[in-house]
């Protein structure tokens, strides 16, 4: 996307560097800043002077300055026109601006903590946030797609030059902004005195530029390996280990701690007490000479770190896409449920999205999270000392996984992108949208319902009796059937772009995050009111109205599929525009 810019803009010839024509010479050739159109003469001084050594004469120099204005530029760009993407970005924005006050606000009370209570928890908070930057690119299979350094492979830029660049465009956005904030506010909460300030200010900062740069390096170093199908299949299931990491402390505090939390801490942060993000925290809280050190070393090693990013760039730049080789084979294969089902518009959805569901890494990590989250608070339910036995342990883990797979189909027209065109070719009528939508749910169901099934099952076996599962799994189905019902609504409603995940580093566009928040928040409270008159009595205890949960899913299904259908007949080009956007 930033290599596609830096194209516009040199053929912009407003844009300095602009390509102009020589009437001498003939083929166009780069113009300095104040150099006259037509004369072919070049000012002998200015930023033309100074340009990088092998570059053409007269070539203006390509600073970290013009890569955040490229960013700035793609924000703005693909805000422009489009109102639906403008509120999501706005309410990135206010999501940003919460964190990042509402973060500093609790670092800086930390002052008022024992000293080595707060010393410890900024050494944790710190320590997290530098695995955060390496760990959540690859499990959200990237997040910018200005940072991928094949775009700019075929432009005149040295690798420390578009190093410099790229760490600028890392930096320019609304997240990283507010993450910086939230660590200055341990400055406010730790530092003593004049020296405590200023080491403090410029720990913060290495530690963040340390972030940046090693989330940049290991991005860059897998980016051959993720370009692959195997490489992004390993990272699916990387993603469920980490999901089943995350939920680690809440099995801790269900079952119950035997030690001290604040020696617990204090034991933790002693371990970390030599990383780098233990000794950006020391530094603030010291002031001394030991902090000077510490500042010093974290210097070096962001600098080295920096260096082998530029070493893993110089060869992700030279080494071939592997993503772009042909497959040794294809499987042709049609699957059971093509067998069963008549040819026509409802089978070849239901196979389609069958095939997304397991060929695309983005599918699985959805059904992967879903259950596995679901298998976790079975365990930490029944985990839970002062819990009390009843069906609920086995009904609430169920309608939870009901209710995330549910989600999954809050966007169901993104992943087709710019192919959905071709269902204009089809879908003459509301009729055929809703029979698009049938062959979506029917999908979902040949996966989740025998999911359920067994997840209701084991949460019932936990529970204390295996007969808790049949209120279980006919709850759970009926909120399936309500949240498939939700999703179609929210699906025509607010659709977004879903990016072709070809590298580690295709992400979003700008003001989509918002959007995808705000269609997944929608549907969910959507699917929870529905359920309601269903799913609360059966947590009460009135078992025998899991019967009819069943056939309510269904008519809540049915009910959003025709509405859905009928907005979406009427919106197709809103919708084709709004998951058709380049990002």
């Known amino acids: 996307m930033a290599g596609r810019d830096l194209g516009m803009n040199a053929g912009d010839p ?16 780069p113009a300095a800043p104040g150099a006259r159109a037509g004369t072919g003469r070049r000012p002998l001084d200015g930023p033309a002077a100074h340009a990088a050594p092998g570059a053409p004469a007269g070539a203006a120099p390509v600073g970290p300055a013009v890569f955040a204005r490229l960013k700035l530029r793609l924000v703005a760009g693909n805000l422009r026109g489009d109102t639906a993407r403008l509120l999501g970005f706005i309410l990135t924005l206010v999501l940003a601006l919460l964190v990042a006050s509402g973060g500093f606000t609790v670092m800086a009370l930390l002052g008022a903590a024992p000293v080595r209570t707060a010393l410890d928890v900024v050494t944790v908070l710190f320590t997290a946030m530098l695995v955060g930057w390496v760990v959540v690119p690859l499990l959200a299979f990237g997040l910018d797609d200005t940072l991928d350094p094949s775009r700019l492979a075929l432009f005149p830029l040295t690798t420390a030059r578009l190093a410099a660049g ?18 200055f506010g341990a400055v406010a909460g730790l530092a003593r005195g004049p020296g405590g300030l200023l080491l403090g ?60 939390p604040v020696r617990m801490l204090h034991d933790v942060a002693s371990v970390l007490r030599w990383t780098p993000p233990g000794m950006a925290a020391h530094a603030l809280a010291d002031g001394g000479l030991v902090a000077l050190t510490e500042v010093l070393f974290l210097a070096a090693l962001a600098v080295a770190v920096g260096l082998l990013w530029i070493a893993a760039l110089r060869r992700a730049m030279v080494t071939a896409d592997a993503s772009t080789q042909a497959a040794a084979s294809v499987r042709n294969s049609r699957g059971l449920v093509a067998r069963l089902l008549p040819d026509g518009p409802l089978a070849a959805v239901v196979v389609k999205e069958l095939k997304y569901a397991r060929r695309d890494p983005r599918g699985r990590v959805g059904w992967f999270a879903a259950l596995a989250i679901t298998g976790v608070m079975a365990f930490s339910l029944n985990g839970d000392a002062g819990a009390t036995p009843g069906p609920v342990l086995a009904i609430a883990p169920a309608c939870l996984g009901a209710l995330m797979i549910g989600l999954q189909s809050c966007n169901s027209f993104g992943i087709d992108g710019r192919s959905l065109w071709m269902n204009a070719m089809v879908y003459g009528t509301a009729r055929a949208w809703r029979t698009d939508l049938a062959g979506r749910y029917l999908a979902v169901a040949v996966i989740a319902v025998p999911a359920l099934a067994v997840l209701s099952v084991v949460a019932g076996l936990l529970a204390g009796d295996v007969l808790w599962a049949v209120p ?30 070809l590298n580690a580093f295709t992400g979003a566009a700008p003001g989509q995050g918002g959007l995808a928040f705000a269609g997944s928040f929608g549907a969910m409270i959507g699917t929870a009111v529905l359920a309601l008159p269903v799913v609360l009595p059966v947590m009460l205890g009135l078992t025998w109205i899991s019967a009819l949960a069943v056939p309510y899913g269904v008519l809540a299904a049915m009910g959003g599929r025709r509405l859905a259908g009928r907005l979406g007949f009427d919106r197709h080009p809103e919708i084709l525009g709004a998951i058709s956007h380049q990002t």
């Open 14 to 29: 407003a844009a300095p560097g602009a390509a102009l024509p020589d009437p001498q010479s003939g083929p166009a050739v």
């Open 166 to 183: 790229m760490f600028t465009s890392s930096v320019t956005g609304v997240w990283p902004v507010a993450l910086l904030i939230v660590m």
């Open 201 to 260: 200010a410029v720990a913060v900062l290495l530690l963040f530029a340390l972030c940046v740069v090693t989330s940049r390096l290991v991005t860059t170093a897998l980016s051959g390996v993720l370009r692959t199908r195997r490489g992004r299949d390993v990272l699916a299931v990387s993603v469920i280990f980490f999901i089943l990491a995350a939920q680690l402390p809440n099995l801790l505090l269900n079952n119950g701690l035997t030690g001290d």
């Open 472 to 501: 279980a799994v006919l709850t759970a189905w009926g909120v399936l059937g309500v949240g498939l019902g939700a999703g179609a609504v929210t699906s025509v409603l607010l659709p977004y772009t879903v990016p072709e995940r």
